[in-house]
């Protein structure tokens, strides 16, 4: 590869980014060397274009309406910044072994990609996993009963625990 065909990490972040607004599940892992990570901070690591690619096909089928936009890319000579928002109905499969709950999710987030020679090296999601888990139904809505019963629960296990440290 001659200096002339490695594209920038912005461009990389671009072209990758298109692949999964359309759902391409090899256009994705396309841009990643073979042993690339995605780091979804609140779910896990994906280790390899197999696994990457399972967790796309995971999430448009649990999404099938998913639909992502990306608002703002920055760049320099070896990392990427990817600014989006996505939306869509969790009303198709499981995801991540939650089964749909026809819920729809709006989130905001941010990949951090680390990219050398032209690939994606390593890639870091940043998103709000309580707030997706809120609007999925995992969680109860932020303020409601169930959550302050939920937090007064987790409160009263922490002052057993304590006390019986003591």
Do not use: C
């Not at 256009?27 to 690619?53: C, T």
């Amino acid at each position: 590869m001659t200096t002339a065909d490695v594209r920038t990490p912005t461009e990389i972040a671009r072209a990758v980014f298109a692949a999964v607004s359309a759902k391409d599940l090899d256009g994705i892992v396309a841009h990643g060397a073979p042993d690339y990570v995605d780091d979804f901070v609140a779910v896990g690591e994906f280790r390899g274009r197999d696994a990457i690619r399972e967790f796309f096909r995971e999430t448009y089928a649990a999404f099938p309406d998913f639909e992502l936009t990306v608002d703002r890319i920055v760049g320099d000579e070896s990392s990427a910044a990817v600014q989006w928002h996505l939306t869509g109905t969790f009303s198709g499969g499981r995801f991540q072994g939650i089964r749909p709950t026809g819920r729809r999710v709006e989130l905001r987030g941010v990949d951090v990609l680390e990219i050398a020679d032209g690939l994606i090296r390593h890639n870091t999601i940043y998103y709000d996993g309580a707030s997706f888990a809120r609007q999925i139904g995992l969680l109860p809505a932020q303020g409601s009963r169930g959550d302050r019963a939920l937090v007064a629960a987790f409160n009263a296990a922490t002052t057993v625990r304590r006390r019986g440290r003591r």
